[in-house]
């Protein structure tokens, strides 16, 4: 009897946690700290490479995408997520890393659910896909105890310590393409993880991820800042289920039902031109000289070094008088 009613306050537990989850993605929400900038210029091509990505993403795949730090990958996720665009999912999370070497804990832990660990990829999974197609063997097996859990970890005070976080607006007059889909796309289900960082335990979490993405029928994206890493990933599956993004590669494959089996040649997310000189002139940048594939921390520290060269040369100016 006392193992019974072990397993089903875990069980419980758990339940509580896919009740949050499923709210979560019903409400596209945001884990993590994102930037504090209310405006920002969005990359066109890296905004229009992850909404193209989404409108044709097959279902129970994990995709990979690779670009260095500044590229855009955060701001075009959050742009497929809240942006004005006609491709937006219906159901999705988004979690931002933020260089954890251990996900899985580290996120089940902010959720006030630490033992929760071993099987958060099955949860997120879950909570995405939308109540009515849910098979639920668990669910039922313990929905006569769900308000009586619910009412103990109330009383616990067992809450939430997940990040509140504030959307960024994105202000990007270029930015007017609509991409044609068919018509259910928006109900794919898709779960963002932002800025996996190279460890052991996050490769063995996107080895259960894949998985769970694949018999869940819903779609996964990974972003990350290395090549060597987005390799590894892919070849945790070779090449079937895990997948590179076609829109940031150079030789896409053209059978899409066909398995990745060649190493991806990343051509990552870069700024064009258009889109960096619009993001300077919008920060009133006119001292820097722009070039294709600059990002705006870069266009930021060029400007800041070019001031203090000025003021140096001033102040030079002035003890030389």
């Known amino acids: 009897m006392d193992y019974a009613l072990s397993r089903m306050d875990h069980g419980s537990r758990w339940l509580w946690l896919l009740d949050e989850l499923d709210n979560a993605a019903d409400s596209r929400k945001v884990y ?4 504090s900038r209310k405006d920002v210029v969005g990359s066109e091509s890296s905004v229009v490479a992850l909404v193209e990505h989404y409108a044709t993403a097959l279902e129970g795949k994990t995709y990979v ?12 996720a959050l742009y497929l997520m809240h942006g ?3 491709v937006r999912p219906r159901r ?34 879950r909570a995405l896909v939308p109540k009515d197609k849910r098979e639920p063997p668990t669910l039922v097996a313990l929905s006569s105890y769900y308000d009586w859990a619910a009412a103990k970890l109330r009383r616990m005070k067992c809450g939430i310590g997940s990040f509140e976080t504030e959307l960024l607006r994105i202000r990007s007059q270029r930015l007017k393409r609509r991409v044609d889909v068919r018509s259910d796309t928006v109900n794919l289900p898709l779960l963002i993880i932002d800025g996996l960082v190279r460890s052991r335990e996050n490769s ?16 996964a994206l990974i972003l990350v800042k290395e090549d060597s890493w987005a390799n590894e990933l892919i070849q945790l599956n070779g090449g079937v289920q895990i997948l590179p993004v076609d829109q940031v590669i150079e030789n896409p494959r053209e059978d899409v039902t066909e398995p990745f089996t060649t190493r991806p040649q990343w051509k990552g997310m870069v700024w064009r031109l258009q889109d960096i000189q619009a993001f300077a002139e919008m920060e009133g940048i006119h001292d820097v000289v722009l070039r294709e594939g600059m990002t705006p921390l870069q266009v930021l520290d060029s400007h800041r070094k070019k001031g203090k060269r000025s003021q140096a040369e001033i102040e030079d100016g002035h003890d030389g008088s």
Not at 32 to 35: A, N, S, W, Y
Not at 65 to 76: A, L, N, V
Not at 100 to 113: E, I, M
């Open 92 to 125: 999705a999370i988004m979690i931002r890393a933020s260089d954890s070497k251990d996900l899985a804990t580290t996120f089940s832990r902010n959720l006030g659910a630490a033992d929760a660990a071993p099987v958060i990829h099955q949860l997120l999974t």
């Open 204 to 219: 063995d979490f996107v080895g259960a991820l894949y998985e769970a993405v694949f018999e869940a029928n819903i779609t």
């Open 65 to 76: 995408c690779q670009g260095r730090s500044g590229s855009g990958k955060t701001t075009s």
């Open 84 to 86: 004005d665009v006609n």
């Open 32 to 35: 993590g700290v994102v930037p």
